[in-house]
């Protein structure tokens, strides 16, 4: 009985902390969309912890509660968007995959659910994909443009501003496959070093993966080099897709940036307060961004962390 009780306090719990998470996502502005990205964590935390049976008992629940209190679209939403992406996390940790295939996993799996929903929507409106998309983008850009009038800028700065969002709006489409993978990519990154943390902290189960270790595969150097030729060539199409593949290397050359730079704030023992304000400049200014980009491509020549030369320091970070 003890036990039994204990599982159906977990799966109120975990079912609450979903519901709420998502909730909050898609009903609150800004700081509301920032913490339901994290709606993945508490789905895979309670796989984790109480099984998959019980773990899809908690999660058909809520979506059930979504269903009532948001509408079936919402509901459908949900599954594709966030529960996908929660049991991908579970079973990244359950086969102890790398960092690297382990944020992969439920980005792929969730953006597959992304490609079903889109192509649902695009039939049942009988619009193309591409003019749907456009029609999102247009109207998220009107919107923006209406809060910096409300801010007081001058009608000058106005009709400048509303003159490049045309630009803004096109560079969006031609972009949006990589800005989206990056996107989704990154969200499973964050929701799975939480999930690390929290079963870690729980007590629950040890994954013995570490960030500051990770390395891109050597092979992504050509695809770089693909997308700066075809970036260069005069068909549309083809620099298009160029764009493209310049944005996803450089997001991953980014990530391993970030990686050495965490493996060295971590080795040198460096205040948390630095460490922020470290990764704050790392975000919000152009020149570190570049610079991080350029330290995880050249680690692939001068292996900053000696990952390749036994491992010495790599070894050490741990302790």
């Not at 109480?50 to 269903?67: E, F, K, P, S, W």
């Not at 996993?105 to 889109?118: E, H, Q, R």
């Not at 919107?143 to 003159?163: A, F, N, R, W």
Request: overall charge positive; some cysteine; aromatic content about 10%.
């Amino acid at each position: 009985m003890a036990v039994s009780k204990r599982v159906i306090n977990d799966l109120l719990l975990g079912a609450a902390l979903t519901l709420s998470l998502f909730l909050a996502g898609v009903t609150l502005p800004i700081l509301g969309l920032a913490v339901g990205l994290l709606t993945p964590v508490p789905i895979a935390y309670y796989f984790r912890k109480v099984g998959r049976r019980y773990g899809a008992l908690m999660l058909g629940a809520v979506v059930v509660l979504v269903a009532s209190v948001a509408g079936l679209e919402v509901a459908v939403f949900f599954i594709a968007e966030f529960a996908a992406m929660g049991i991908a996390l579970s079973e990244s940790v359950r086969m102890k995959l790398s960092i690297g295939k382990g944020s992969l996993l439920p980005a792929m799996v969730s953006l597959a659910g992304s490609a079903v929903l889109l192509l649902t929507l695009s039939s049942n409106v009988d619009k193309p994909l591409t003019e749907m998309i456009g029609e999102q983008i247009n109207r998220n850009v009107k919107e923006t443009v209406e809060l910096y009038k409300k801010s007081g800028l001058s009608d000058e700065q106005v009709e400048g501003l509303i003159g490049f969002s045309g630009k803004i709006e096109a560079l969006i489409l031609k972009t949006f496959p990589s800005l989206l993978f990056v996107s989704t990519l990154f969200v499973s990154l964050l929701n799975l070093l939480i999930l690390k943390r929290l079963l870690k902290k729980r007590g629950i189960e040890e994954y013995q993966v570490e960030p500051a270790n990770w390395r891109s595969p050597e092979f992504l150097i050509w695809v770089l080099i693909a997308g700066g030729g075809l970036l260069l060539l005069k068909d549309e199409r083809a620099a298009t897709v160029g764009l493209n593949l310049l944005i996803v290397t450089g997001c991953l050359y980014l990530f391993q940036g970030l990686a050495i730079t965490a493996f060295y704030f971590k080795k040198m023992e460096t205040p948390l307060f630095l460490r922020v304000l470290g990764y704050l400049l790392i975000f919000f200014q152009q020149i570190f961004t570049i610079l991080v980009i350029g330290l995880g491509l050249f680690d692939l020549w001068f292996d900053f962390r000696r990952l390749k030369k036994g491992g010495t320091d790599a070894d050490n970070i741990d302790r």
